[in-house]
């Protein structure tokens, strides 16, 4: 059975990085997830792939990349985060939208993203302050977009390629991407070449629902690719009752309290995944109970 992978090649006397990921049962569950309408899944899909083929870059497994997009359009904020492990989550301000552009035929990811605004990255590598690249969106199709983030922030020129292939019983059918990175020193030969590749290759998601694997597509574009690595990539949120109840310590005390007057518990939704977590009125009470404790050591230290 075909799985979500990631591979990652080099061409061209190693000029070339190209890294292509089949990510359809990743979109899928973001899918189901979210209950995203088509343009909805095909925008949050399209970063969520890229994403996770940026992450492909770091070695520690926590380290992690997070993409921000809001172009001001129906869309709203789109966020993606995925970690060295190959986890990815996300989620779109409005996931409830479905429209298709009558030029194309296609799913109009451009119009309900925006070009009003910006594509944010961020790479938490562990160390003390995160690196934090941003450019202005282009066309708001996502792919172009990360094209010039990489060439603006990176200063590596790129050929990116993503997709969302959307069935007829609205599930996700396929969905990959593909980023081809010119290296520092790649000969003008390698320009043209990459050039011509681009022009002549298939969209990625006719290639992965054609049930071609990512090294398939690799070796079908670079006859002389060299396979580096292949890694799992997977949706997967890792939040859990405890983490909130943690955060919930993180809140005023007067907010706490209010909550244990007013509502005599609480329930919590997870952004990234949207499960609801519900607490008891003795689990605030712990909570406002660690709230204080923390307090005070604070207050001990000062």
């Known amino acids: 059975m075909m799985k979500d992978k990631l591979v990652i090649a080099e061409a061209m006397n190693g000029s070339v990085r190209i890294r292509a990921a089949r990510t359809t049962d990743l979109v899928e569950e ?49 966020v993606a985060q995925a970690d060295g492990a190959g986890n990815v989550r996300g989620f779109i301000g409005n996931p409830q939208l479905y429209y298709v552009n009558e030029a194309t035929g296609k799913l109009d990811v451009g119009r309900i993203v925006g070009t009003e605004g910006t594509l944010v990255v961020t790479k938490d590598l562990g160390l003390k302050e995160p690196f934090t690249g ?17 060439a603006i922030s990176e200063q590596l020129p790129s050929v990116v390629s993503v997709g969302v292939l959307i069935g007829t019983d609205a599930a996700v059918q396929a969905a990959g991407g593909m980023i081809i990175q010119l290296l520092p020193g790649a000969s003008e030969e390698a320009f043209d070449r990459v050039e011509a590749i681009a022009k ?22 670079f006859e002389d690719a060299n396979i580096l690595e292949e890694r799992d990539i997977r949706w997967h949120c890792g939040c859990s009752k405890e983490h909130f109840l943690d955060a919930m310590a993180l809140i005023s005390e ?30 605030v009470r712990s909570a406002l109970e660690k709230h204080r404790n923390v307090e005070n050591r604070e207050r001990f230290n000062r």
């Open 200 to 221: 002549a290759m298939k969209p990625i998601s006719t290639y992965i629902d054609e049930g071609k694997l990512p090294e398939e597509i690799i070796r079908l574009l």
């Open 30 to 78: 973001a899918r189901k997830c979210h209950g995203l309408f088509p343009t909805s899944c095909a925008a949050l899909g399209r970063v969520l792939t890229v994403d996770a083929i940026m992450a492909s870059e770091m070695k520690d497994p926590d380290a992690r990349t997070v993409v921000t997009i809001n172009g001001h359009g129906e869309a709203g904020t789109i």
């Open 254 to 283: 007067a907010d706490l309290i209010r909550i244990l007057e007013e509502d005599h518990g609480a329930e919590i939704t997870c952004q990234y995944c949207s499960t609801t977590y519900t607490f008891s009125e003795e689990e």
């Open 134 to 150: 941003v450019v202005n969106l282009r066309s708001g199709e996502i792919g172009d977009d990360f094209a010039y983030y990489f």
